[in-house]
């Protein structure tokens, strides 16, 4: 690329999204495009750099050096637009009035708190109306303006936005990972969900790192389960993002990190030209995907 050349904010929009998405559709699918259309711009992109920015495989898309050097600043970039877009918005439409936001109880032990909470001290004129419930909140009968859920997928007819891909490990106190051998989880316990009462083995325990480990306890909830395993009670399969953030957990040895389920965040359609309904979700994937890291650890 020669010194005198520059590239627009296209360039980069369409970059970044095949990074976060790994392939071509999926980045076309985060800024509802044509992956055709995403396809000819990745390459035009890189014809100008004169230097590919992916390696291209079975697997999908993998950054080559070019590219991990661009990525930061292609970032700061997003970040900038972003922020020029929600101050010019501010300005225009004056957001206030209130949110209700739905989200799952163990979402409360996540970092998500604190995005909450300098949200609201950002826009002083909104108030967030927060409802924490394992269901499902109905979007279209209005039982909350905006629901952020762990799942697999996402069926409803709903605006969604597929933040980040969760992993998943096991989790014990360091006194009861101190007792852990490598020997396939014998002498071990696992707290269960739903399993049957007196059943000893669970699927999940089998096709674990520790297949020889008991299910003992049945804890319905995330966060009494995090509670439990810190207090040495036995191992309790988490989220990363929880389970790295506990204080009086670690993760048992032996293991990496396995895929979870997705982190999402969805409105109804109806309500996606809102303008404080647009500022949250904006600024809540922003932020979220910015520490990425932190809900899919390796």
């Known amino acids: 690329m020669k010194e005198t050349d520059t590239f627009d904010w296209d360039d980069l929009k369409y970059f970044?999204?095949?990074?976060?998405?790994?392939?071509?559709?999926?980045?076309?699918a985060r800024i509802n495009a044509n992956h055709v259309t995403v396809a000819r711009r990745i390459s035009l992109f890189e014809e100008k750099l004169g230097s590919r920015l992916f390696d291209r495989s079975?697997?999908?898309?993998?950054?080559?050096?070019?590219?991990?050097?661009?990525l930061p600043h292609a970032k700061r970039v997003e970040e900038e637009i972003l922020a020029a877009s929600r101050a010019i918005a501010g300005r225009d439409a004056h957001p206030s009035g209130v949110i209700r936001v739905s989200f799952p109880h163990a979402l409360a032990e996540t970092s998500i708190m604190e995005d909450l909470a300098r949200f609201s001290?950002?826009?002083?004129?909104?108030?967030l109306d927060i409802s924490m419930t394992n269901n499902i909140v109905d979007l279209t009968r209005r039982e909350a303006d905006v629901s952020i859920r762990v799942a697999h997928e996402v069926t409803e007819d709903v605006v969604g936005r597929r933040l980040v891909d969760l992993t998943a490990a096991f989790y014990c106190s360091l006194s009861y990972a101190e007792t852990i051998q490598d020997n396939e989880g014998e002498g071990l316990y696992m707290m269960g969900w739903f399993e049957p009462d007196g059943a000893d083995y669970a699927d999940w325990i089998l096709g674990s790192p520790y297949p020889k480990a008991k299910l003992r306890h049945r804890v319905r909830e995330i966060v009494p389960q995090l509670s439990l395993a810190a207090a040495g009670m036995g191992m309790a399969?988490?989220?990363?993002?929880?389970?790295?953030?506990?204080?009086?957990?670690?993760?048992?040895?032996?293991?990496?990190p396995t895929p979870h389920r997705s982190l999402w965040l969805l409105l109804h359609?109806?309500?996606?030209?809102?303008a404080r309904i647009r500022l949250f979700v904006d600024y809540l994937a922003r932020e979220i995907r910015l520490r990425e890291n932190e809900f899919c650890a390796s």
């Open 16 to 28: 970044l999204a095949v990074v976060d998405a790994g392939t071509l559709r999926g980045g076309a």
């Open 58 to 70: 079975r697997r999908g898309f993998v950054l080559t050096q070019l590219g991990e050097d661009l």
């Open 121 to 127: 001290v950002l826009y002083p004129d909104i108030e």
């Open 237 to 256: 399969r988490l989220a990363c993002c929880l389970g790295d953030r506990h204080p009086g957990l670690v993760r048992a040895p032996f293991q990496k």
């Open 269 to 274: 359609k109806d309500l996606r030209m809102t």
